[in-house]
């Protein structure tokens, strides 16, 4: 994990490397042309790639999670744990 530094970032910014955005890019035209796939979530995905920013993976804030990040989520409410460690791809 990268840390446990919380910092904020403009309600809404989609922040993404490069390398993220190839792939996600990959999948969304893959995704567009096999009909069995659904369609409008492609194209939500890919408006949401349209606005997001491109960062450099080192300058990334701490709480940003990148594909192939290892992930652990505290519910407070209930004072559970999950953690995420494999690929997500």
């Known amino acids: 994990m ?3 530094a919380a ?9 993404i ?5 190839a792939r996600l890019r990959q999948l969304v035209r ?7 796939y659904d369609q409008s979530h492609l ?3 890919d ?3 349209d606005r997001a920013e491109i960062i ?13 990040s290892r992930v652990r989520v505290r519910d407070l409410d209930r ?3 999950a953690v995420y460690r494999d690929s997500a791809m």
Request: glycine share 14%.
């Open 2 to 4: 990268r840390g446990e």
């Open 79 to 81: 004072g559970t744990t």
């Open 7 to 15: 910092v904020t970032i403009g309600r809404g910014q989609i922040l």
């Open 56 to 68: 450099g993976a080192a300058k990334l804030p701490p709480d940003v999670v990148t594909m192939h």
């Open 43 to 45: 194209e939500e995905l």
């Open 30 to 36: 893959q995704g567009k042309m096999a009909p069995r």
């Open 47 to 49: 408006r949401e790639l």
């Open 17 to 21: 490397t490069e390398d993220d955005m």
